[in-house]
């Protein structure tokens, strides 16, 4: 019997930029990219809170978590000038993003918009 919960298949780390262009870019699903850092206090807030969101979509949309610390070239290559950063991504093109904390009303949103999109 398989034990993974759907938070595991929906939410994943980027290794590095070949990840990146394989479970992103190439994605047939909409991707949301959590650009954070491990010394960043919003984004341990928000990095659960938005996992919790995606999951609850039950696969329609994914999550990649991106640690701007091991991936400066992803970070500089997406503008990404503080964190949390969160993208919107579609068939390889950002489609929206914002910058910080947001409440799980305007999570839902963000995902449902961009599952609609």
């Known amino acids: 019997m398989f034990s993974t919960t759907p938070l595991c298949r929906s939410t994943f780390n980027i290794q590095d930029g070949e990840d990146f262009q394989d479970r992103v870019i190439n994605s047939a699903k909409p991707v949301v990219i959590d650009f954070h850092a491990q010394w960043c ?6 990095g659960p809170r938005l996992e919790k969101m995606v999951a609850k979509q039950q696969g329609k949309v994914l999550m990649a978590k991106v640690d701007i610390d091991d991936h ?6 997406y503008e990404v000038s503080a964190v949390p950063t ?3 991504m579609k068939n390889g093109d950002v489609v929206d ?3 910080g904390i947001k409440d799980e009303d305007q999570l839902e949103a963000f995902l449902k918009k961009l599952i609609k999109a």
Do not use: R
């Open 97 to 99: 993003k914002f910058v």
């Open 86 to 88: 969160v993208l919107a």
């Open 41 to 46: 206090g919003p984004c341990k807030i928000l």
């Open 72 to 77: 400066t070239d992803l970070a500089i290559e």
